[in-house]
């Protein structure tokens, strides 16, 4: 069965410091991974995409995350956090044309 | 930008009410999704829509619920008889068919609020 997870529900870091966020997902065939954030009130906002090619991807906001196949990961990356990326994040994959599996959700504290 | 839009932003309604929450998704998009979402906890399926059919529905899509494309551009979600549970986010989100579908990402609204009382 396809699914993903996020086993941290909170993760808390300092200002200025690297911060990871992590996803590992379970699928058969190749996955298309995506992170989303969401911040209070408002939608989930797209950050960035996995679908072949690097496993290094880069997106919005300087955030960017690792694919590793043999380790069914793709977990998000920051190399210098800022307060206001305090928010929740979601990891999600998506298979064939249907819908968007969400992991549970992370919550990001970035502390001054 | 473009972006998915939905209607209204809150929405309070009694118990055993109907109510329709709409949404107009991308222009050129092809697949549409609703989400909820409870207390800002996990995103939950409801339904995507494609081929102006349901391409799948999870289990709390049940009976109750219905999706439509009345027009070509909205895309509504309709509740049928309410019930406190109901209560939640919910979410419509669009995603195009660049590359075969697959790789494209899906644009979400910001969300429409019901509480049901």
């Known amino acids: 069965a396809q699914s993903v997870a996020q086993p941290e529900d909170q993760v808390n870091v300092a200002e200025g410091n690297p911060l990871t966020v992590k996803c590992t997902y379970s699928?058969?065939?190749?996955?298309?991974l995506f992170w989303y954030v969401q911040y209070p009130n408002r939608g989930l906002q797209f950050l960035l995409k996995?679908?072949?090619?690097?496993?290094l991807v880069k997106g919005s906001y300087g955030f960017e995350a690792e694919f590793n196949k043999s380790q069914t990961s793709f977990h998000l990356k920051k190399p210098s956090a800022l307060v206001s990326d305090s928010a929740l994040y979601f990891c999600a994959v998506r298979f064939y044309f249907n819908k968007f599996y969400f992991g549970s959700g992370t919550k990001l504290n970035v502390k001054p | 930008e473009p972006e998915v839009t939905q209607t209204p932003s809150h929405q309070v309604t009694q118990m055993g009410q109907e109510v329709i929450l709409r949404c107009v998704p991308i222009s050129n998009h092809l697949y549409f999704y609703w989400y909820r979402q409870i207390l800002g906890q996990k995103v939950e399926f409801l339904v995507s829509f494609y081929n102006n059919e349901i391409s799948e529905k999870s289990e709390i899509f049940d009976d109750q619920f219905s999706v439509e494309r009345p027009d070509g551009s909205n895309f509504t979600l309709k509740i049928r008889s309410t019930k406190l549970e109901d209560s939640a986010m919910y979410f419509c989100?669009?995603?195009?068919?660049?590359?075969?579908?697959?790789?494209?990402?899906?644009?979400f609204g910001q969300g429409t609020r019901l509480t049901v009382v």
């Open positions: 996995y679908i072949t090619g690097d496993n």
């Open positions: 989100a669009s995603s195009g068919a660049g590359g075969g579908g697959l790789n494209t990402e899906a644009f």
């Open positions: 699928v058969s065939g190749n996955p298309y």
